[in-house]
């Protein structure tokens, strides 16, 4: 891995990005930019709209979050869960203005927003001279929560690049004010350099983790999951505390909930799968509590190694056959 921890700040000039192939981004961007400005109840209400034609339009990804409701939630009576399902998209919908209102919405307009719950536990790592990983999950407000945490406390992320050079180049400037330093996801070296100088890191270990040797097959919500082992070796390299925290859209126009939890005791242990398993553990309990706002569009449960079962395989067979076609 490089030497140097972040990822380069040099911001690329947008109007390199002006040839129509960049148009439908800057469109869709614009509109995103244009919604910000509305009053909190009016995003609400387009949020709703927005993911309503998210479920028309998006059937691939409409199937996968209602098989998973089906794996996380089968005491739930169909009708239940349908009802559940459409409530997920009007929370997608709305995470695609709260993605905006982190970008470019200014301090004053979002101070008030959140109710803010055990920021203590962060103050605490901080007197003590430690970094945190500050442990989260692939909830809708993400990355709302994820500002709203900044202007409380410098934050670094682990950073994915998008595949589109425009998207990239906003998304990064928009995240600058969530993370003071962005670390390249495979960089783990620059993650533990990070803990080791008192960073605090904003972690989300939760999505699909199939390959290399931090990855084991671990319970979540009674199924099992390939699942990331790599909080608990970065927690002892780093010799940092796990602090989890999630962020929660309350009903109606009543605004947020931060939520940080105090560090996970006696953690690491020596078995980095059953730290897994703990982590998945707090996820779901936390889930439950919004179960509308988890991201449940992403295939959470792959097949477990060669012989896992195929959760989507009716889904992989209707993507075969429209390529075949």
Same mark, same amino acid.
């Given at each position: 891995?490089?030497?140097?921890?972040?990822?380069?700040?040099?911001?690329?000039?947008?109007?390199?990005?002006?040839?129509?192939?960049?148009?439908?981004?800057?469109?869709? $961007?614009?509109?995103?930019?244009?919604?910000?400005?509305?009053?909190?109840?009016?995003?609400?209400?387009?949020?709703?709209?927005?993911?309503?034609?998210?479920?028309?339009?998006?059937?691939?990804?409409?199937?996968?979050?209602?098989?998973?409701?089906?794996?996380?939630?089968?005491?739930?009576?169909?009708?239940?869960?349908?009802?559940?399902?459409?409530?997920?998209?009007?929370?997608?919908?709305?995470?695609?203005?709260?993605?905006?209102?982190?970008?470019?919405?200014?301090?004053?307009?979002?101070?008030?927003?959140?109710?803010?719950?055990?920021?203590?536990?962060?103050?605490?790592?901080?007197?003590?001279?430690?970094?945190?990983?500050?442990?989260?999950? =692939? @909830?809708?407000? $993400?990355?709302?929560?994820?500002?709203?945490?900044?202007?409380?406390?410098?934050?670094?992320?682990?950073?994915?690049? =998008?595949?589109?050079?425009?998207?990239?180049?906003?998304?990064?400037?928009?995240?600058?004010?969530?993370?003071?330093?962005?670390?390249?996801?495979?960089?783990?070296?620059?993650?533990? &350099?990070?803990?080791?100088?008192?960073?605090?890191?904003?972690?989300?270990?939760?999505?699909? =983790?199939?390959?290399?040797?931090?990855?084991?097959?671990?319970?979540? @919500?009674?199924?099992?999951?390939?699942? /990331?082992?790599?909080?608990?070796? @970065?927690?002892?390299?780093?010799?940092?505390?796990?602090?989890?925290? @999630?962020?929660?859209?309350?009903?109606?126009?009543?605004?947020?909930?931060?939520?940080?939890?105090?560090?996970?005791?006696?953690?690491?242990?020596?078995?980095?799968?059953?730290?897994?398993?703990?982590? /998945?553990?707090?996820?779901?309990?936390?889930?439950?509590?919004?179960?509308?706002?988890?991201?449940?569009?992403?295939?959470?449960?792959?097949?477990?190694?060669?012989?896992?079962?195929?959760?989507?395989? &009716?889904?992989?067979?209707?993507?075969?056959?429209?390529?075949?076609?």
């Amino acid at each position: 891995m490089g030497r140097n921890a972040a990822l380069s700040t040099e911001k690329t000039p947008l109007y390199r990005f002006l040839a129509p192939r960049y148009w439908p981004v800057w469109l869709a $961007l614009g509109t995103v930019r244009l919604l910000v400005a509305l009053p909190f109840s009016a995003q609400l209400l387009a949020g709703r709209l927005i993911g309503a034609l998210g479920y028309l339009v998006a059937p691939k990804r409409r199937r996968i979050a209602q098989r998973n409701l089906e794996l996380a939630f089968p005491e739930l009576e169909p009708p239940a869960r349908r009802r559940l399902l459409r409530r997920h998209f009007h929370s997608l919908g709305m995470s695609v203005i709260e993605t905006g209102m982190c970008w470019w919405a200014d301090d004053r307009r979002l101070e008030g927003l959140p109710e803010v719950h055990g920021l203590e536990h962060i103050e605490a790592a901080r007197v003590a001279g430690r970094g945190a990983i500050m442990l989260t999950g =692939h @909830f809708t407000t $993400l990355d709302l929560g994820g500002r709203f945490l900044a202007s409380r406390a410098p934050v670094s992320a682990m950073y994915r690049p =998008h595949r589109n050079p425009l998207f990239e180049e906003i998304m990064r400037r928009g995240r600058e004010r969530s993370a003071k330093t962005a670390f390249a996801k495979q960089d783990v070296r620059a993650m533990i &350099r990070g803990l080791r100088t008192n960073h605090l890191i904003w972690y989300a270990p939760d999505q699909a =983790h199939r390959r290399g040797k931090y990855s084991a097959v671990v319970p979540f @919500f009674g199924v099992p999951a390939p699942t /990331n082992t790599a909080t608990a070796v @970065f927690a002892r390299l780093g010799d940092a505390p796990v602090i989890p925290f @999630f962020p929660v859209r309350l009903p109606g126009t009543a605004g947020y909930r931060l939520d940080i939890l105090p560090p996970l005791e006696n953690f690491p242990t020596d078995d980095p799968v059953a730290d897994a398993a703990r982590i /998945n553990e707090l996820l779901e309990e936390r889930i439950r509590l919004c179960p509308d706002q988890y991201l449940w569009v992403h295939r959470r449960f792959k097949p477990a190694g060669p012989d896992g079962i195929d959760h989507y395989g &009716r889904l992989a067979r209707k993507r075969k056959s429209r390529r075949a076609s």
